[in-house]
């Protein structure tokens, strides 16, 4: 069985504790390559993905274990520089592993990565950005390969400021010869994550945070200990979960520093957010106010890792709502299965437009990827009557264990 059950139709009421961060923790897998030793690595999530990375480093000849949520990787014997098993194929973000590889051993063999079916993702801004750092790029049979004799500082710019390129030149420079300045970096604060744990190890970056990054090469890395941040994603679906249900609920650990599109947008469709040190609670007690227009954007914008839990919540919300996709074209797949339980959506090229619903019917549904799927079970939760959610396994890419944490917020939810 692999769908997850859901009767709705039930305010949402209790906390719950946010994982550890998917988005930041995968890279920072990646860079324990980079050390010839031991990396502890703390609060890291129980989830699918993390185990398709842990069994790529097992590939490569790392020691991989797990006590309760910390993770131990010794790279001291790092003697594969070829990646081209299922774990590769299934999931994308097995592409920053290049980086960290070409750090390492100097040159890697690998699958084209796999993964979701939200959008192409290429990854010709990955390949241009290494070339320029001496990487020679060729192809044989289903792989490409990637070698550098020696990598080397540069300043480059990203077309784009893609997370997994900015990741990968970051895994490549630090241990290159020279100074690498990347300009046009991405800002999400998983590439925070991913700096800190760098720099902890040893690594000499400058301009954390900000889109120019000026990365030092270093001779080596050290062993250290890193604690992963709480996943800003997951703490914003279930923010989601509670506009569409109402009620009121508390997130413990909920990164709010992380999260500030989305709570001004809670705040706009009536919900009373409240921040403390501890994490963040929202309480729902009203119908929703529609959002007149939402454009999804990189960091600090509105996460398009968001938008279909969103789009969810304003199917209940009063009047129209529309949501610009500017980052990924397939982000509107749960159309149809939100429009099976009673939504009135249409969308137009990249453009969702949502006239809100008193209320939704609970049916089964079928999920195609992660944040989709997480999305139909915002809408069962609001719901009224029996849901089913398909393809459980997209979901537990991302989310430890989503029903268990709904339990705990009042869901009534469970596996099957």
């Not at 050390?35 to 699918?48: D, L, S, Y």
């Not at 081209?84 to 994308?92: D, P």
């Not at 550098?148 to 784009?160: N, R, V």
Request: proline letters at 3%; charged letters at 20%; one cysteine or more.
């Amino acid at each position: 069985m692999d769908s997850i059950y859901i009767y709705g139709g039930n305010f949402l009421r209790g906390e719950t504790k946010i994982q550890g961060s998917k988005n930041a923790v995968l890279p920072i897998l990646a860079a324990s390559l980079l050390v010839k030793g031991t990396c502890v690595i703390k609060n890291c999530p129980r989830i699918a993905d993390v185990c398709h990375m842990q069994n790529l480093l097992q590939e490569l000849g790392c020691l991989v274990s797990w006590a309760g949520s910390t993770v131990t990787v010794n790279a001291f014997h790092v003697n594969d520089s070829r990646m081209n098993g299922e774990s590769v194929t299934r999931m994308r973000s097995s592409i920053m592993l290049l980086g960290a590889v070409l750090g390492r051993l100097g040159e890697v063999a690998m699958a084209y990565p796999g993964g979701c079916v939200i959008g192409r993702r290429p990854i010709d801004i990955h390949l241009s950005a290494l070339r320029d750092m001496g990487v020679e790029i060729g192809e044989q049979d289903q792989l490409f390969t990637a070698k550098a004799k020696k990598l080397h500082g540069t300043e480059l710019e990203l077309p784009f400021p893609s997370v997994g390129a900015t990741e990968n030149v970051i895994l490549a420079a630090v241990t290159a010869e020279g100074t690498t300045v990347l300009k046009n970096a991405a800002k999400e604060p998983e590439i925070e994550a991913l700096c800190g744990f760098l720099k902890e190890a040893g690594a000499d970056i400058d301009g954390v945070g900000s889109s120019r990054l000026v990365i030092k090469g270093v001779k080596a890395l050290h062993e250290t200990k890193y604690t992963v941040p709480s996943d800003r994603i997951v703490a914003g679906t279930y923010l989601t979960a509670a506009l569409a249900a109402g009620g009121s609920i508390f997130l413990e650990n909920a990164p709010a520093g992380q999260m500030k599109a989305l709570l001004a947008v809670a705040e706009k469709m009536g919900g009373c957010v409240t921040v403390n040190g501890e994490g963040v609670g929202l309480d729902v007690i009203h119908k929703l106010n529609a959002v007149p227009y939402l454009k999804t954007e990189v960091h600090p914008g509105f996460p398009t890792d968001l938008q279909s839990p969103l789009m969810a919540a304003l199917c209940l919300a009063r009047g129209e709502s529309i949501i610009e996709e500017s980052i990924f074209e397939n982000r509107f797949r749960i159309v149809g299965d939100l429009q099976r339980m009673g939504a009135e959506i249409k969308t137009v090229q990249n453009k969702a437009y949502i006239n809100g619903v008193e209320k939704l019917q609970g049916t089964d549904v079928e999920a195609e990827e992660l944040r989709g799927g997480a999305a139909l079970v915002v809408a069962g939760l609001a719901a009224e009557g029996k849901s089913v959610v398909k393809n459980r396994h997209f979901i537990e890419r991302g989310y430890e264990n989503i029903c268990k944490d709904l339990r705990n917020l009042g869901a009534d939810i469970n596996i099957g």
